[in-house]
């Protein structure tokens, strides 16, 4: 391929500053990520050892309208280019690693807010603009969108949408996928389309390009319903003598449908937010709404605590339910970059009542596969575990790899998903095909039928 005539043609597109092609320039994508934290970002690495720690694009274009993807995408079809869709390159999971080069299209500028509607209420938005900036514009009017997950400060709404990122709110909010309208999006061969609310007829295409991971098309503008910001909000927290408490408590709580619920986790002894040796095996909550309300049910909520002799945590650690890098990395920025041995483990969905056997069952898998167990966090949509392992070692990565699979085969028997918060990607192609049998087969022919050429993140899913 004669990418020197294809950045040409981009240039004329897009305009010189909007086409990169120098290597200092392609080195972000080049991982696929834009933060580089072990063991986070690069989950993909340790289940599939044997692949490069960089793929290069061949070029990165930064579109800001839908008509210039249109023409990115035509292009690419025509020439039988790879193309990967890139939001905020968190990348857990490998699904914005250029394998196959070709072009990138970061989307990132793509970041306009196009309408906030108080009567519906809703707000239309290109799907470049990251869940942060969404948010605090959303709540100069009164609003919020409820999502979320741990890469917030990055996250772009279309990434959380087309990996379907869950949220540390979204027991009360729900994800983005849940508060989903509308949108538009580019087809493989530059077709521009716009979807219908869940209210139309005919098949629901807003979940066809939700969990796609930029395999079917490229999402370019996205409607969402969004939430009135709650009067009073407030953090609480217990900590137990077991991990099996907390987990009953969690669940006790979850039955109960509480309104204010916003957040909700629970952490065995074994997490990395303990700065007290005396609170171990916690649960952290968020409740929010109309302070009446939340003053009746944290009466409730402590009593179903006490009830398993549950501790009030000091309110100064309650609030670390705020600070999801805490909860979820532990230490600086810099630490976290520089760490050799990581904590690396998947995030899981597995119906809460069997939430503590597969707690149990991976520490056993741990122990058989000679892997040093790190800690659990569980949330009213995922069990997110681990263990740790040093990146530099492949034998480590091969166990780890072993583990997961089998891991992965548990959670399918038990009606779970390996798969509970960030998608496929290259990580678990092989989960995929097993969780879904024959019905991954009709996902084949789907591809197939919208994306014949295969240009979209090849490599990705199937």
């Excluded at 292009?75 to 857990?92: C, D, M, R």
């Excluded at 379907?164 to 530059?190: C, Q, R, W």
């Excluded at 898998?365 to 492949?394: F, N």
């Amino acid at each position: 391929m004669d990418y020197t005539k294809i950045y040409q043609i981009c240039v004329t597109l897009l305009g010189s500053d909007r086409v990169l092609s120098k290597q200092h320039q392609l080195e972000e994508y080049s991982t696929g990520s834009s933060v580089h934290i072990f063991g986070l970002t690069d989950k993909w690495h340790y289940l599939h050892p044997n692949l490069k720690e960089k793929y290069w694009p061949d070029l990165v274009v930064l579109p800001e309208t839908t008509k210039h993807v249109s023409s990115i995408l035509k292009l690419a079809n025509k020439e039988h280019i790879p193309v990967i869709a890139w939001g905020g390159g968190s990348n857990t999971h490998g699904c914005t690693l250029p394998i196959s080069g070709g072009i990138v299209i970061d989307l990132r500028k793509m970041d306009k807010i196009i309408k906030i509607e108080k009567e519906t209420p809703s707000v239309t938005s290109q799907s470049g603009i990251s869940l942060l900036e969404l948010q605090q514009e959303l709540m100069d009017k009164g609003f919020c969108h409820g999502s979320n997950p741990g890469s917030t400060p990055w996250a772009t709404l279309g990434g959380s949408l087309c990996c379907d990122a869950h949220s540390l709110a979204g027991f009360k909010y729900g994800t983005t996928l849940d508060n989903l309208i509308g949108l538009e999006a580019v087809m493989p061969n530059g077709e521009i389309i716009k979807t219908k609310s869940r209210y139309s007829g005919g098949y629901n295409l807003n979940n066809l390009f939700a969990r796609s991971e930029g395999t079917l098309g490229i999402v370019t503008e996205i409607k969402i319903r969004v939430h009135p910001l709650p009067e009073f909000t407030t953090n609480i927290g217990f900590a137990f003598n077991t991990f099996k408490d907390a987990v009953e408590t969690h669940n006790a709580i979850l039955k109960k449908r509480f309104s204010t619920l916003g957040v909700l986790l629970a952490f065995d002894e074994k997490s990395q937010i303990y700065k007290n040796e005396n609170e171990k095996n916690i649960i952290l909550m968020t409740l929010e709404g109309y302070q009446d309300i939340v003053k009746i049910e944290q009466q409730h909520i402590t009593e179903i605590a006490s009830e398993r002799r549950g501790k009030n945590l000091p309110k100064e650690t309650a609030n670390v339910v705020q600070d999801w890098w805490t909860m979820l990395v532990g230490m600086s920025y810099e630490s976290a970059e520089k760490q050799i041995t990581a904590k690396i483990g998947p995030h899981v969905w597995i119906p809460i009542n069997k939430i503590y056997e597969a707690y149990n069952t991976y520490k056993k898998l741990a122990s058989k596969h000679r892997l040093s167990y790190a800690g659990a966090m569980c949330t009213p949509t995922r069990l997110s575990i681990g263990v740790k392992v040093d990146r530099q070692s492949i034998d480590e990565k091969k166990r780890y790899g072993s583990l997961t699979r089998e891991y992965s085969a548990y959670l399918i028997k038990n009606g779970g998903s390996i798969m509970g918060a960030h998608g496929c990607g290259l990580a678990f192609k092989n989960e995929l095909k097993a969780e879904y049998g024959e019905g991954f087969h009709l996902m084949e022919k789907i591809k197939e039928a919208i994306d014949p050429k295969g240009i979209m993140n090849p490599g990705k899913i199937f």
